[in-house]
C-alpha cells in the first residue's frame, strides 16, 4: 500500500511542474503587449517607414538620417558646415576614420595638442 502511495505523490509531484509551465506559457492568439504600437493619430505611407513618409523639420530630416546603434546623435553642424543635410553621414564617416573625432568641434587630433579638421 506504501508503495502505491509513493508512486501516486512521485506522479504529482511531476506532473505539477509541468501543469504550472503550461498554465504560465503565453496564448498563441493574443498580441503581446509589446508589440502592440500605440496610435499617434499620423498615418503612415503604405510602404514606406514612418520617418520618411512625413518629411518635417526635425532633426532626422534635417541633418541627415542617424542609427541609434553609431552612438548618441551628435549636435547640430557648425555655422562653417556646407552642407547641413549631410551632416550625419559626415559625423558616422569621420567617427569611422578617426578614433578621436569630435562632433562639437568636428575636429580629430592627429597628435597630442593637435587637432585638424575632418574633411571627409
Avoid at 547641413?84 to 569621420?94: E, F, K, L, T, Y
Wanted: hydrophobic share 35%; charged share 25%.
Amino acid at each position: 500500500m506504501r508503495r502505491f502511495a509513493l508512486i501516486g505523490l512521485a506522479a504529482a509531484g511531476l506532473a505539477l511542474p509541468s501543469a504550472a509551465a503550461f498554465a504560465q506559457a503565453p496564448r498563441q492568439d493574443q498580441p503581446k503587449a509589446e508589440t502592440a504600437k500605440p496610435q499617434t493619430g499620423k498615418q503612415e505611407a503604405p510602404g514606406k517607414p514612418a520617418a520618411q513618409a512625413a518629411p518635417g523639420k526635425g532633426e532626422t530630416e534635417r541633418y541627415g538620417r542617424w542609427e541609434t546603434s553609431w552612438g548618441a546623435k551628435p549636435p547640430a553642424p557648425p555655422k562653417t558646415f556646407a552642407k547641413p543635410a549631410d551632416w550625419h553621414r559626415h559625423v558616422r564617416a569621420c567617427q569611422l576614420r578617426y578614433k578621436s573625432y569630435n562632433p562639437r568641434t568636428d575636429t580629430f587630433m592627429i597628435r597630442p595638442g593637435v587637432a585638424r579638421r575632418c574633411t571627409r
